[in-house]
């Protein structure tokens, strides 16, 4: 069996167990570091080769694989992660940075249940940091903090070990300061960022290291150790002692909630005006494999191949190639689907069936548009409209 294929395996395997799945997405303000994680992220768990990394090009040379029709799609990507003795099946969406796609943030969040919110250590948050973080708050999604380019706090602005410290602190403090006046429940109810507890992890994506106050109990790297690294530019002493990979994943794994637990708090925020003690509404808030199908369609693109391919959230259900689904809001024409597929690196890749909890691909969805609900059942109460926030909330003093 090839390597290739014993990862598909997992990843199908993964998909069935909710437990198991973390759907996340980064969020930054332009040039904090993005790209640079989500493809050193994807490196480090050996979906893509370390050399490539970047470059989205990580071709097939399995011919049966191509048989099957695998596309690269770098918006999406899912990877394994082992964590404790288990694997962990990372669903990850692609979020741009620029604000002109600030639309694109909010879909992703409609997708995602967990977020990384990704702040350059020299330039602090930015505003688009603050809209990013408000439209994961408002989708409830639950945000950890990556503070990246900490190499640069340390060759560039000069900053000595206890100055790198209080920098980090204020970081932190600022962020909390955003989470609390944008959602106060949800700061009060555990979703204060905590160095301590393990919500917070600081590093150089660049340089592939990461250090959390966890971590650095179990791996005993220090404050000072990345210091003394960064100061004599030994990149690598870092990334083998504390790699970016294990650091940001172990966080996602551990302070992200899988859909199990985030859609009991997240149905009702994109689905306000549904009922819950319907068949659909119960399916959606125990995120159950055997209820109606309930997706949202988040992003629909076309493939030269496939056609039409429509990524989305399944809330409820399992989706099988052949299956007979409704677009809500259209005349109730039969879409029959053409393949049902998931992601594997950056790969589509068609498999058998899908399970409620996922991020997913179908083809065949002909009516489908960025923003549907779509069901097995003709009808049902749509998801909430996908609202973007473009600026952020001026408070003006009187
Ligand atoms: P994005 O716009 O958020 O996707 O940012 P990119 O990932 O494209 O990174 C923007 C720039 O910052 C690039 O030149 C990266 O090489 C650089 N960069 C990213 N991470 C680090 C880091 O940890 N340290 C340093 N020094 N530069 C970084």
Excluded at 240 to 262: F, G, R
Aim: charged fraction near 25%; aromatic fraction near 6%.
């Amino acid at each position: 069996m090839t390597r290739r294929r014993k990862m598909v395996e997992r990843v199908t395997t993964l998909m069935s167990q909710p437990e198991q799945i973390r759907n996340i997405g980064i969020v930054a303000h332009i040039d904090h570091g993005k790209t640079t994680l989500s493809d050193n992220l994807l490196a480090g768990a050996g979906m893509i080769s370390e050399e490539i990394a970047g470059k989205a090009c990580w071709m097939d040379s399995d011919e049966e694989e191509q048989a099957r029709g695998i596309t690269i799609d770098s918006s999406n990507v899912s990877m394994v992660h082992e964590y404790g003795g288990k694997e962990y099946l990372i669903n990850m969406i692609d979020t741009p940075g620029h604000v002109d796609f600030g639309g694109d943030v909010t879909r992703a969040m409609r997708a995602v249940d967990g977020a990384v919110v990704l702040v350059d250590a020299v330039e602090g948050t930015m505003p688009q940091t603050e809209t990013v973080l408000r439209q994961a708050l408002k989708e409830g999604v639950r945000p950890v903090l990556f503070i990246n380019k900490v190499d640069r706090l340390i060759n560039e602005l000069l900053v000595d070990e206890v100055e790198m410290q209080i920098r980090l602190g204020k970081v932190i403090d600022k962020v909390n300061r955003l989470i609390k006046g944008m959602n106060e429940e949800a700061y009060k109810s555990g979703w204060k960022l905590d160095a301590a507890e393990g919500t917070v992890a600081f590093g150089s994506a660049l340089y592939n290291w990461a250090i959390s106050i966890p971590y650095m109990k179990t791996s005993g790297v220090s404050f000072k150790d990345v210091y003394d690294c960064c100061k004599a530019g030994d990149m690598k002493t870092l990334a083998k002692s504390s790699p970016l990979c294990e650091v940001v994943l172990d966080m996602v794994v551990n302070h992200l909630p899988d859909p199990l637990v985030a859609q009991k708090r997240r149905v009702p925020i994109i689905w306000q005006h549904g009922d819950p003690s319907t068949t659909e509404g119960q399916a959606m808030l125990h995120c159950d494999p055997k209820g109606p199908a309930c997706l949202m369609v988040t992003d629909i693109s076309f493939d030269p191949h496939a056609g039409e391919v429509a990524t989305g959230r399944l809330f409820s259900g399992t989706l099988k190639r052949g299956n007979e689904l409704y677009v809500m809001g259209t005349a109730k024409n039969v879409n029959r689907l053409t393949q049902v597929a998931i992601f594997m690196g950056a790969e589509r890749i068609e498999v058998e069936s899908l399970n409620a909890g996922n991020i997913v691909a179908v083809t065949g969805l002909k009516d489908g548009m960025v923003g549907s609900t779509v069901s097995t059942m003709m009808e049902m109460q749509t998801f909430e409209s996908l609202k973007h926030y473009s600026e952020p909330v001026m408070t003006v003093a009187v």
